[in-house]
């Protein structure tokens, strides 16, 4: 594919012919557009190859576009303007990735360059709406022009400058992409977006000799001529005897962490100072590398225990037969070290791995252990790595440096080429599923079909899988392999119920705790083990409402009540955004007694340090972890016995691994099993499960869940604590056949929004009309407006579409709905609303 150009150009010799590209652009619209290729580029230019080119009217934005086709063809309809610049010399989107845009464009019913838009880093993307700034680590000035070292110095005197900002700078008849693009690969500058954080790496300042003192003669006049300065001679004898320069001078260009002689107390740092200012020493500053705070130690080799090794020979008996294999494990069984022998067992066979996890802070703990074993081969790629750090992994996948990447679901979008294991480790999580932007795509079903295009193997792991996935794997379409003994010969937890509805009764709970959890914590705290609650709702309390006259306080934009964050001191939206502070009084009434309603993990964690003051109580929930290192910090506090307790949101349920952890509490179980969905009773026992399996994971030592629940009578509550996933399964399939809802359909969720209620609704009622007639009312539910029936001010109605598999022709009903929506948002009097397609949706 990549050679098309070279034989196109190579064909035509003495004719003048024109040569056309069409082009992915990263913007919302339906089709490709085609570009001119300048004669000087066309012999550079090759499919997959980035390049920049005008858009618009006027040519007043710029974007960076990927070459999909080439071709001699002139556009139909428009006159074809001429691509600007080549970012390639090399692609950086393979032909694989390009087969990926365009289906999943098709399956997930978007374009294409919604998908390109979301699969590059923003680094990749140049546009007018782009910033640049200095790279920190950029040494090199002598690769630079004149011109650029020139510019290079204005643009150290800004922070960030926009790219009209720095066309302004460059001046006219300055080809600005050109310029851009020299200096991106002299690494000079940095491209990101403004949205997302910039490219701040960590730094560290270092000290070392001038060079002149790194000859031996020069030394040795150097500490004669500090004989009568004493202090100064202590510093330079402190640092040599930290970097011995004068047994090998090139140990000098290292240096050494300033912060070793700043820390020292027989070093006078005033003389530091000195020697520094009198250019004897002289400072430089390194980046500190990725993950070097948690130094992964020792290199390691895996050992299987028998059964790990039986269950990793089955599943590759089992990917002779079948290319998707389901690892079926109990939580603590190991399935991480299975796991690594496979994709080392890959890696030896040249076949490039990704292994996908569903949550960043999952990431955090595994990484470690994964670099134990494979080292600096592995690439790292998720969302809160900066975009030059995801450009670097990207271009470490191109270039065959990393040949085993782990990651999130954004991780499914690197190019590779050669994939020979695809793990998805928890593979129920909804983590995996995209909801906004477009596409809104499910990792693990793209991941499927990466796979199969590459020709590769998926191993699906996870102590709960989907009732999809597990029913594939009954109906022999998938491979399936299980894994029913814990590591270690440790035992599962025992899990009681707490009645809150007798405690309450009785009138011995204390705020939200049961007088058992309270003491089940005390006990665990005088054995110094250590515990994890759950309580799957953030901030102190999910509303505020007045006594007297029941006033509640709710988001302007949103039809939901606001949150209140007893920290930040404020009210808070979880849906746009909104901030308003606590009102001391009722709005409406003026009444005092205006209070606080329900509990979350912020409260839990507030009340608990209140009941325990000299315990250490961490809480990790979306509010404590938005820093990139976050996690990690959490993470590393309570692996190594920092912490007395966790008190976490869902994040803290997936596949975390701490031996000292022996008990477990859960709060308001009983919320999460009646949430109106029909999926309500599947993720009720996964979330419980999954987070019940962080206790008892050490041998001999079994642990204690501790549910809290107002009806320990309900069924589902028996059946978490047998962990009988089978029987689950049985009850709900038959209940999911009954009423025709995945896996024996697809559902496409049709979301209506405009600002003006019955405006939407008119456009609701119309859409679900047309689809009723065509396919008939068994496949079509509603409209009817979603739990929250207004976000940013936009009023919305839900249209379910559920469509019968392998009985109905798919493509011609995501077609003849695409067509229906189209003929709404053409409507004039419905031009404003708008029509979110969510296939597959969760």
């Given at each position: 594919m990549e050679n098309f150009a070279n034989t196109l150009f190579s064909s035509i010799e003495a004719e003048e012919v024109t040569f056309f590209a069409d082009l992915i652009l990263p913007i919302p619209v339906p089709r490709l557009f085609t570009y001119r290729v300048p004669r000087d580029m066309a012999e550079v230019l090759k499919i997959g190859a980035r390049v920049i080119v005008p858009f618009g009217k006027n040519n007043g934005r710029v974007?960076?576009?990927?070459?999909?086709?080439?071709?001699?063809?002139?556009?139909?309809?428009?006159?074809?303007?001429?691509?600007?610049?080549v970012l390639d010399e090399y692609p950086l989107v393979t032909g694989?990735?390009?087969?990926?845009?365009?289906?999943?464009?098709?399956?997930?019913?978007?374009?294409?360059?919604?998908?390109?838009?979301?699969?590059?880093?923003?680094?990749?993307?140049?546009?007018?709406?782009?910033?640049?700034?200095?790279?920190?680590?950029f040494d090199y000035p002598e690769l630079l022009t004149e011109f650029e070292d020139v510019l290079l110095t204005e643009l150290k005197k800004q922070p960030a400058l926009s790219y009209d900002e720095l066309a302004r700078l460059a001046g006219e008849g300055t080809s600005v992409p050109a310029l851009i693009k020299s200096l991106v690969g002299k690494k000079a500058i940095i491209v990101f977006e403004e949205v997302r954080e910039k490219y701040i790496p960590k730094m560290i300042r270092k000290v070392r000799l001038h060079r002149t003192y790194e000859e031996k003669e020069q030394l040795l006049v150097l500490l004669n001529r500090l004989e009568k300065l004493p202090k100064q001679q202590e510093v330079v004898m402190r640092y040599l005897s930290h970097v011995p320069v004068q047994m090998n001078p090139a140990l000098n260009q290292k240096g050494l962490d300033k912060t070793i002689l700043n820390q020292d107390d027989t070093v006078s740092q005033s003389s530091l100072t000195t020697l520094i200012k009198n250019a004897v020493f002289?400072?430089?500053?390194?980046?500190?590398?990725?993950?070097?705070?948690?130094?992964?130690?020792?290199?390691?080799?895996?050992?299987l225990t028998e059964a790990q090794r039986e269950a990793s020979e089955r599943i590759m008996a089992q990917f002779e037969r079948h290319n998707i294999v389901l690892l079926h494990g109990i939580t603590g069984s190991g399935k991480t070290e299975v796991y690594i022998d496979l994709i080392q067992q890959a890696l030896d066979g040249g076949s490039q791995v990704l292994y996908l996890l569903p949550e960043i802070a999952l990431t955090t703990q595994i990484v470690v252990r994964l670099q134990r074993v494979f080292g600096d081969k592995m690439g790292i790629y998720h969302s809160k790595f900066s975009d030059n750090e995801r450009v670097e992994v990207w271009k470490g996948v191109v270039s065959g440096q990393y040949q085993f990447v782990v990651g999130v679901r954004s991780s499914v979008f690197l190019p590779f080429d050669n994939l020979g294991l695809i793990i998805v480790d928890e593979e129920h999580e909804t983590s995996y599923k995209q909801h906004d932007p477009a596409p809104r795509y499910h990792a693990r079903d793209v991941a499927i079909m990466l796979a199969h295009w590459q020709q590769a193997k998926v191993l699906l792991g996870s102590a709960t899988p989907s009732l999809e996935t597990y029913y594939q794997a009954k109906q022999g379409r998938y491979g399936l392999v299980e894994l029913f003994k814990r590591f270690g010969d440790a035992t599962l937890p025992n899990i009681l119920l707490v009645d809150t509805k007798v405690e309450k009764r009785q009138k011995t709970m204390k705020n939200e705790f049961s007088s058992a959890l309270l003491h089940a914590l005390e006990m665990n705290m005088n054995r110094k083990e250590q515990s994890i609650l759950f309580q799957n709702r953030r901030g102190y309390s999910p509303y505020m409402q007045c006594e007297d006259c029941d006033w509640t306080a709710e988001c302007p934009n949103c039809a939901v009540s606001l949150t209140y964050h007893q920290r930040d001191a404020e009210l808070r939206c979880h849906y746009c955004g909104h901030k308003e502070e606590v009102p001391r009084i009722c709005p409406t009434c003026g009444s005092t007694k205006v209070r606080t309603i329900g509990f979350g993990t912020e409260k839990l964690e507030d009340q608990l340090q209140i009941i325990f003051p000299t315990s250490k109580i961490v809480r990790m929930d979306l509010d404590t972890t938005r820093a990139k290192n976050a996690y990690q910090q959490i993470i590393h506090e309570f692996e190594v016995g920092d912490v007395d307790v966790l008190v976490g949101t869902q994040m803290i349920t997936k596949g975390l691994d701490f031996d000292n952890v022996s008990l477990v509490g859960i709060f308001d179980a009983d919320r999460l099993i009646h949430f109106p969905d029909f999926r309500a009773t599947e993720r009720s026992f996964q979330m419980m499960t999954q987070v019940s399996g962080r206790a008892g994971r050490r041998a001999g030592r079994q642990g204690t869940v501790l549910i809290q629940t107002n009806n320990p009578q309900q069924t589902i509550l028996q059946k978490i604590i047998e962990n009988d996933y089978k029987g689950l399964f049985e009850e709900e399939i038959q209940e999911r056949q009954d009423f025709n809802y995945p896996p024996f359909s697809r559902l496409i969720k049709l979301t209506v929004r405009h600002a003006d209620?019955?405006?939407?609704?008119?456009?609701?009622?119309?859409?679900?009309?047309?689809?009723?007639?065509?396919?008939?009312?068994?496949?079509?539910?509603?409209?009817?407006q979603p739990l929250v029936e207004r976000i940013r001010n936009l009023f919305l109605f839900d249209i379910m579409v559920k469509i019968e598999r392998d009985k109905v022709?798919?493509?011609?009903?995501?077609?003849?709905?695409?067509?229906?929506?189209?003929?709404?948002l053409t409507d004039k009097g419905l031009r404003q609303v708008s029509i979110v397609i969510d296939v597959d949706c969760l």
């Open positions: 974007f960076t576009a990927i070459v999909a086709r080439l071709h001699n063809s002139p556009p139909t309809g428009y006159q074809a303007r001429y691509i600007t610049e694989y990735q390009l087969e990926l845009f365009r289906w999943m464009a098709e399956y997930y019913m978007c374009c294409v360059g919604d998908v390109m838009n979301i699969a590059l880093p923003s680094g990749l993307k140049i546009s007018s709406q782009s910033k640049v700034q200095v790279n920190p680590d002289e400072t430089f500053e390194i980046i500190q590398p990725r993950f070097s705070d948690n130094d992964p130690g020792p290199r390691v080799e895996i050992k209620k019955a405006t939407s609704q008119q456009a609701a009622d119309r859409l679900a009309a047309e689809l009723t007639d065509a396919l008939g009312s068994s496949r079509i539910l509603g409209p009817e022709n798919v493509k011609a009903v995501k077609a003849y709905i695409k067509d229906r929506i189209n003929d709404i």
